[in-house]
Structures are given as C-alpha cells and as structure tokens.
C-alpha cells in the first residue's frame, strides 16, 4: 500500500531546487477508515468487560527532499525539543514556588504538560517555520499540499487516527 517515487532525477519538494535524495526521503502516514470492533475482555475480570478495538489502514507516502532540506528539519526537530524541555523545565519549577505543599505533584504534572505543549505549539513551530523560509523551503507540516497527499486527503484519509464518534 505504499506510493514510492521511482523518479531518480525528482526534485525535492520542499525546497523545489535542488535533486532528491534517496536516502532523504519524507515518509509521510496517512490513515482512513478506522473501524469499530467490540468484545468481551477476559483479562483482570471475572466475566470479562467489554472493549473497543478501533483499527485503521495506514499508509506511507515517501516524498522526496535533498539532504539540505533533511539537516534543517533534523536540526528544526533539535531545537524543538530543546524547547519542549526547557518549558516543562520552566513549568515544574513555577509549579514547586507556588503550590509546595498543596498537592505539588499533580501541579507540576499539570505545568509541565501545559507548558510542552504550549511551547510546541507556540514556539518551537514558529522557529521551525522562519527557519524554512529563511532559506526559502518548506516545514515538513506542509506535506499536505504535495499532490500525492493531497489526492489522499480528498478521499478522506487524515493525518491522524480519529476514534470520536465510531459507537
């Protein structure tokens, strides 16, 4: 189930200059369909309980990128982490100065997750984006508009497994 170019002289899609490499390839996953099944678990039990199993079809798309482009998003994702950390860092230790003794560890549980996300979503994507457009190429978030993806989007594969509404 997988499309894989086997265009050797294919120019990278993210920056749309220089020539793919092989050994650079984006994958990207796309998933459809996720289904519904319902049984009866016997495990920890007596008499079972009963769980829903969702599957979904996946599907990886490789899209070419050269080396160049591969080393910024390897050294975007770097800094991104590095960012993550330093707010969760930053998260416990608000969490330790203002709550020690009121049930320090579910406030610093709380900080530490809202602060990573915050500043994934807030600050290490930023950088990755002025980044990419500094030197004129595209974040792998903009995989959605490569024709192979985007065909796969219109049929309604996602990006992600969604579960809601599958009772």
């Given amino acids: 189930m997988e499309e894989r170019s086997t265009n050797p002289e294919e120019t990278c899609y993210f920056c749309g200059k220089r020539k793919a490499d092989p050994q650079s390839v984006f994958r990207q996953e796309v998933y459809k369909d996720s289904t519904l099944k319902v049984h009866k678990s016997v495990i920890n039990t007596p008499g ?3 769980v829903d199993e969702y599957h979904a079809v996946k ?10 482009c591969k080393d910024m998003h390897d050294s975007s994702q770097k800094i991104s982490g590095t960012v993550d950390l ?3 860092a930053i998260g416990a230790i608000l969490a330790l100065i203002f709550f020690w003794g009121h049930g320090t560890i579910w406030w610093m ?3 530490i997750l809202t602060f990573a996300v915050m500043a994934d979503l ?4 930023k950088i990755m984006q002025r980044n990419a457009a500094k030197l004129g190429t595209k974040t792998f978030f ?3 508009t490569y024709p192979p ?3 796969l989007l219109q049929e309604g594969w996602k990006f992600t497994v969604s579960t809601e509404g599958k009772k």
């Avoid at 599907?59 to 160049?68: F, G, L, Q, T």
């Avoid at 807030?122 to 994507?125: E, F, N, P």
């Fill in 48 to 50: 079972g309980m009963m």
């Fill in 59 to 68: 599907k990886h798309i490789d899209i070419p990128r050269c080396k160049e």
């Fill in 86 to 88: 330093s707010a969760a």
């Fill in 109 to 111: 549980i709380g900080f």
């Fill in 122 to 125: 807030l600050i290490a994507k």
């Fill in 142 to 144: 903009e995989t959605k």
């Fill in 149 to 151: 993806v985007a065909a």
